[in-house]
């Protein structure tokens, strides 16, 4: 069973045209279980604790606001619109393999769209809060893109089963999800978006996805 889980990891990430830099990667990636490290590098999808959709992205484009491509809550686990990819602040001495501690700043990739999760000071288009949208490409990232990890509890280093919240750094809004839903650009998808307040419906846990081992320190 093992050896099948790996296959399908190692498929996933030459078919997805991940980003190996390290030339273990590959070799050592896995499915998430209990208490693993998530590394930078790791393609994961990301689980609202309360609704338990997954954050999600796809190229339909917000018909309001920014007019840039719209982020949602799915409910379905079977969606390849669901993956991301956990890169560090650009210009930092972060790379892939390396842990992510507390209070570090991260970029969320879209894995189909290579676009950024990004927000702004655009309303969402249901609740009026402030709009979680994707931006950019693999040579476009600004500080829209920049989320704060923020780990509940004692935890030093974020793991797969830690409840985590993730705040903008140039709103200050935390990423937030509700049972409200859409009825036209993603029908019955949950809307996402920014709040500055820390609520119950801002907590989410990593869930599915291919987590990247550590890289050992030469």
């Known amino acids: 069973m093992a050896i ?8 996933f990430l030459l078919t997805t045209g991940f980003d190996t830099d390290s030339p ?7 499915f998430s279980s209990q208490n693993v490290e998530i590394t930078y590098g790791t393609v994961l999808k990301l689980m609202h604790e309360k609704t ?9 484009p917000y ?8 982020v949602t809550g799915f409910p379905s686990v079977d969606d390849s619109n669901s993956y991301w990819i956990v890169r560090p602040e650009p210009d930092t001495s972060a790379k892939q393999g390396d842990t992510i501690p507390d ?6 990739q879209h894995m189909r769209t290579r676009k950024w999760l990004h927000s702004h000071l655009y309303a969402s288009p249901i609740s009026g809060n402030l709009e979680i949208s994707c931006f950019g490409g693999e040579s476009e990232s600004d500080t829209g893109d920049y989320w704060r990890l923020v780990i509940e509890g004692n935890g030093k280093t974020w793991k797969q089963d830690q409840r985590i919240r993730l705040q903008h750094i140039d ?7 509700h049972d409200k839903k859409y009825s036209r650009i993603a029908g019955g998808q949950q809307e996402v978006c920014g ?10 846990l990593a869930a599915e996805g291919v987590y990247l081992p550590i ?3 030469k």
């Open 4 to 11: 099948g889980i790996l296959g399908f990891g190692l498929f």
């Open 24 to 30: 273990s990667s590959a070799s050592a990636a896995s």
């Open 52 to 60: 338990k959709v997954r954050l999600h992205s796809h190229e339909v």
């Open 63 to 70: 018909g309001s606001g920014s007019g840039q491509q719209s």
């Open 103 to 108: 209070g570090a700043i991260i970029r969320l």
């Open 171 to 177: 709103t200050s809004g935390y990423l937030h999800s």
């Open 195 to 204: 709040i500055r307040e820390k609520r119950a419906g801002n907590v989410w």
């Open 215 to 217: 890289t050992e320190s």
